[in-house]
């Protein structure tokens, strides 16, 4: 097992645990960039598709992994996202300008929704962010000069640098946007969770109280991390209203909102890597399910297609079996096989055990 000394407090921030980290990412990367000359167009839209839903995994997991606050409700800002990046194009504003204002609107928003609803907690704040859900879609067909109310607005093209990007008539071109939207979106992740507001992240989800006693302004970090939160789901948004072309107020049901909950829990909540980990089974799992159905549909054994919402349910099942036996998630699971590897005979079952230590008044409450 390889054992790091960390002599400061730069060595314990680093961007990566060392110089054979750093290059499997590297490597990761280049086989990212490499992809359109393996995959087909088919294959590699649904590698387009897992890039955004990571995108969207990470506003959530920035919220409930590394703040501690839960949230139903996040599809209400990827539409927020969505409707207001085909707005700002349609306004004249190129791609490259929209993107982030559609992220800042997004955010803005999602900051002030907080500041009321943060102050409950727990089951009530669950609830709160389920019923913005569904206010969001009445507000979308409200706002019909903005939305299309119920008839909806296509995406217009991507003009970038003088070439038209199209998710069909230019597949690479598109996915390679989104590929670079991801790397800036996970850097910026990453180095917030490195400095001293990510500390105070983590510290509020630990216990409000000892981040209270430390000098954390708690009302301000939650607010914070709920804008940045819906920022970055806002700019999911945007990625994904250019890659289904057209959207509405359906496009962004409470479905869609579960379906973020069980991406970021069954990849592994509190872990950057558990929200692509969570995209992978999210966006593969209807292909798996098809594929087995032709398997099984061809030998004349079982026809799934007669079961509509069989992925739904798989995900609650899965769900449930991931919080019976591995509440960490895959990237969790991960940890542990690796770290079984490291120091074994020396490792033992509750050496993951989550060291949590409640103050006297927060057990109360």
């Given amino acids: ?145 903005i939305t299309g109310g119920v008839i909806g607005v296509s995406a217009p093209a991507i003009d970038l640098f003088g070439m038209k990007i199209d998710r069909y008539g230019t597949a690479e071109a598109f996915y390679y946007l989104c590929l670079a939207v991801t790397v800036v979106v996970t850097l910026g992740y990453v180095n917030v969770m490195r400095s001293p507001t990510g500390r105070s992240f983590l510290a509020v989800r630990d216990s409000e109280i000892s981040a209270r006693a430390l000098g954390v302004n708690v009302a301000r970090t939650k607010t914070l991390a709920f804008g940045l939160s819906c920022a970055m789901t806002g700019i999911a948004g945007a990625l994904y209203a250019h890659f289904v072309q057209f959207v509405n107020y359906e496009s962004f049901l409470i479905l869609i909102s579960i379906t973020l909950v069980l991406q970021v829990v069954i990849g592994g909540l509190g872990f950057i890597q558990g929200a692509f980990l969570g995209a992978i089974v999210v966006g593969l799992l209807p292909q798996a399910i098809s594929i087995l159905n032709d398997v099984l549909s061809t030998r004349g054994i079982l026809d799934l297609s007669a079961y509509p919402g069989l992925d739904t349910a798989l995900f609650a099942a899965l769900i449930v079996l991931f919080m019976i036996y591995e509440p960490r998630g895959i990237y969790g699971r991960w940890l542990k096989i690796r770290t079984w590897f490291q120091i074994f005979p020396l490792y033992r079952k509750d050496m993951f055990r989550r060291q949590k230590s409640y103050l006297k008044t927060e057990r109360m409450r």
């Fill in 1 to 145: 097992m390889k054992v790091l000394f960390k002599d400061s407090y730069l060595t314990d921030i680093r961007l990566f645990e060392d110089r054979a980290a750093m290059l499997r990412y590297a490597a990761l990367l280049a086989l990212m960039v490499a992809l359109p000359w393996l995959l087909g167009t088919y294959y590699l839209g649904e590698v387009t598709a897992i890039l955004i839903w990571s995108v969207a995994g990470m506003g959530l997991m920035i919220l409930a992994g590394h703040t501690g606050q839960v949230s139903l409700g996040h599809a209400a800002f990827l539409a927020i996202g969505a409707f207001s990046n085909i707005a700002y194009m349609e306004a004249g504003i190129p791609f490259l300008a929209a993107l982030p204002l559609s992220a800042l609107t997004t955010g803005v928003i999602g900051a002030l929704v907080a500041m009321p609803i943060l102050r409950m907690s727990g089951i009530y704040l669950a609830i709160a962010t389920l019923a913005l859900s569904v206010i969001v879609e009445d507000i979308a067909i409200m706002l019909e000069p």
